[in-house]
Structure formats: structure tokens, C-alpha cells
């Protein structure tokens, strides 16, 4: 098939034969900083609480500070844009004391348009300071969307979340100061819950599960997306699907640390929107949302409610969109902002697929897009990134990590 755009200025002919053209595909929850410390000996299979103090311990031996967060960002946003994510929701936690708010926000924003990946960047907090929280996202605010509305930059590249990291971590002052800043800026609200440690410490600090403390807290409502939902309970499902919450599922971070399996296609028959996401490094080692997706359809099986490969792409494009109140994100129809991945299936791995769309996920694990377009700009073309040298980005985390690993 050959696509034209005649009578265009500049319009250019690209040949798709052979392909299949997806909206690009939106990431609705990662953990950038982890693109620095993917998961290892150490820190694989753990339990959940071993393995949140083997991480932490990790951050502070290599000191976190804007270079490392630049340059980790720039490693996941690259690898992203390689996999045909063309948006990434970044839950960033992890804040050290000894470090200013907005400048390591500004490193991943600034790593983010140099990228020319969509970025909605989430100011999470664990066990800081609630006053001290909020402040700094209205301080990030003004410093790098000060013209926003409602919490995306005028050229829709950029967007501010908050986001408490769960109930395990976050008191309900924490997750009160946050709604009141993000109701006077217009922004979504973003958290975690039913991992394995937060519904132990929901049970032991308060006697209840997460969701329950969430909806108390206020934190079950349509401006929220709640990522996990490890587990779902009926009773759960019907709370988050009165809500008008969204969910994100994050299979290839849940499965390997044991937390469970999220009940997508109960999620999506009660009417709740469900995104896809990959979670970070540290638990999840690649950035492959389509992996991901491929993952999720593969497992739907073990809770006995299957979920096809057009639901799966669905949640990985328009359903992770919806989370982020992006309606321009996640489609090819009117009115779509332009950004889209050319799949080649044309060779031995596709042959024999009945139905390209159903084979783009079941065939080919690992696939990665030949060009993806991000706002009508193209940022990968055959399969090689044009907005930076990928293995140079590498070279400086690698040697950066080196660097601070020798010098401690």
C-alpha cells in the first residue's frame, strides 16, 4: 500500500507495503530513573520490601542527581521511541534530600525534547514531605510549563502529573496536598496500588485494603489512574468502575516479581479505562510496550478472562491515552496528533499470519518498528533513531555509572 498526502507543501510519499500502521504507542507508566539500574542478580525475585530497600540503596551509592537523571531518561526515552512509544508517563520517586525538585524534573523534560518523545512527567513522592511535595510541583510547574493548560504544554510535548506512590508509602496528607495542588493547576492525578507491599502495609497500618484508603482519600475519581491492581477483587472492581478512575496494567513487571495478574478484560467490560504500561528497570528490564502487550494477552489466560491482540494494542494506544486525558493521543482518526509506527511484516516471522493486526503481537516477539512519527516529525526510520545516536547515549550512562561506582 502506498500512502500519499497530495497537494501537501512538502508532502512526501512513503511506501508501506507490507506493513501494518499503528497509532503510536503510549507508555502510561515507567519508571525512567530505573533505566540506570535495570534488575540483576541482586535485585530479581525478591520479596516486595527487599526489594524496595535493595533499590533505594542502589540510588544512593550512585548518587542521583540531574546528570544521572538526564542521562538515564534520555536511555529510556530513546529505547522507547526504538519500541514505538511515542508518549512516556514517567512516575519519577525518588528525590534526594541534597537535590532541587525542579532541576532533576528538568532533566527529564529537557532529555524529552531533545528526544522529540511526548512526555507526562509525574512528580511521585514516597514518604516525603507532603507541604514540601506540593510545593515543588507548582515550582516545576512554573519553571518549565509556566504557559500550560491544564497540565500539557502548548505544543502538547510536555504534561505534569502528580502522584503519590501508594498507600504503602504515602500517608493521607501526602495524597491530600497533592489533590489540592493538582486541582489549582489542572492536573491528573497518578498512583499505584494492590502491589504485593501495599496491600500488607494497608493491612497492617490501617486494617483495609488500598482501594478502599484510596477512595477515602479521595483518590477514586475520574481525573485519577491508578496503575497495578495486582488482583482485583469483584467488590475492588466494582469501586474503581464507579469511579470513573482508569487503570494501567503492568504485566511484565507484576509476573516476574510475583504481585499477580490485573483482571484487564474485567477492567474493560465494567467500562473502566485500562492503559498499559511497562513499569521501570528495576523490575522490568526493558522499555518494550509491545512486548509488554504481547505479554499481557499471553497471560489474560491464567485468570480465565482472555484478552485479544486488537484489546491489547487498544490499551497500549488509546486506553493508556484516555489515562492521561490525552484524547488527541492513541489514534489515526481526525483530529489525532500525528503520531504513528510503520511495522514491517513482511518477512519469515509474519508468514503464514492469518490476520496482520492479530499477528503483529502473536508473531514476532521482540518486534521492533521500522519508522515511528512523533507530531508529524519522523524520529526513527528504518529502525534507526535520527534525533540522537543511541549507542552514544549508552556510552554515557555506562561510563557515568563507572564513574560514580569507582569514585564511592
Not at 38 to 56: E, H
Not at 176 to 196: D, F, I, S, W
Not at 243 to 270: E, F, I, K
Request: aromatic share 4%.
Amino acid at each position: 500500500m502506498v500512502v500519499e498526502a497530495p497537494g501537501a507543501p512538502g508532502a512526501q510519499t512513503v511506501d508501506v507495503s507490507g506493513c501494518v500502521v499503528t497509532p503510536g504507542l503510549v507508555n502510561a507508566h515507567h519508571h525512567l530513573l530505573q533505566s540506570a539500574f535495570r534488575s540483576g542478580p541482586t535485585t530479581r525475585f525478591l520479596p516486595m520490601r527487599d526489594w524496595l530497600a535493595r533499590m533505594s540503596e542502589r540510588y544512593t551509592a550512585a548518587r542521583v542527581d540531574p546528570e544521572l537523571t538526564a542521562a538515564a531518561a534520555a536511555v529510556g526515552l530513546a529505547e522507547s521511541l526504538l519500541c514505538g512509544v511515542t508518549t512516556v508517563a514517567d512516575h519519577h520517586l525518588t528525590w534526594p534530600a541534597d537535590q532541587n525538585p525542579a532541576e532533576l524534573a528538568g532533566a527529564t523534560i529537557d532529555a524529552a525534547r531533545r528526544l522529540g518523545a511526548r512526555l507526562a512527567f509525574v512528580r511521585g513522592t514516597a514518604r516525603d514531605d507532603p507541604d514540601a511535595a506540593a510545593q515543588s510541583v507548582v515550582d516545576i510547574h512554573d519553571t518549565h510549563l509556566p504557559d500550560a493548560a491544564r497540565g500539557v504544554s502548548a505544543d502538547g510535548m510536555i504534561q505534569l502529573a502528580v502522584g503519590p506512590s501508594g498507600v504503602h508509602a504515602d500517608g493521607p496528607e501526602t495524597f491530600a496536598a497533592l489533590t489540592e495542588v493538582a486541582g489549582r493547576l489542572g492536573l491528573r492525578r497518578r498512583t499505584q496500588a494492590n502491589e504485593q507491599i501495599d496491600v500488607a502495609i494497608a493491612a497492617e497500618r490501617y486494617g483495609r485494603r488500598p482501594l478502599e484508603l484510596l477512595e477515602d482519600w479521595g483518590w477514586l475519581a475520574e481525573d485519577v489512574t491508578v496503575a497495578h491492581l495486582c488482583e482485583i477483587t469483584d467488590a475492588e472492581l466494582d469501586r474503581v468502575a464507579r469511579s470513573g478512575a482508569s487503570a494501567t496494567h503492568a504485566p511484565a513487571c507484576d509476573v516476574p516479581m510475583a504481585w499477580g495478574v490485573a483482571r484487564v478484560a474485567a477492567l474493560r467490560a465494567a467500562g473502566v479505562a485500562t492503559g498499559l504500561g511497562t513499569s521501570g528497570g528495576g523490575s522490568n528490564d526493558a522499555g518494550h510496550l509491545l512486548a509488554d502487550a504481547r505479554l499481557a494477552m499471553q497471560i489474560s489466560g491464567l485468570v480465565g478472562e482472555p484478552v485479544s491482540a486488537r484489546e491489547c494494542l487498544a490499551m497500549a494506544t488509546e486506553g493508556s491515552a484516555q489515562g492521561l486525558g490525552r484524547p488527541e493521543l492513541g489514534h489515526l482518526r481526525p483530529g489525532a496528533a500525528a503520531d504513528l509506527c510503520v511495522w514491517d511484516c513482511s518477512d519469515v516471522f509474519d508468514a503464514g499470519a492469518p490476520d496482520p493486526i492479530d499477528g503483529l503481537l502473536w508473531a514476532g516477539p521482540g518486534r521492533r518498528p521500522r519508522d515511528v512519527m512523533v507530531g508529524g516529525r519522523w524520529v526513527v526510520c528504518d529502525g534507526v533513531l535520527l534525533t540522537a545516536d543511541s549507542r552514544t547515549l549508552a556510552r554515557d550512562l555506562t561510563t557515568l555509572l563507572g564513574s560514580r561506582a569507582t569514585s564511592r
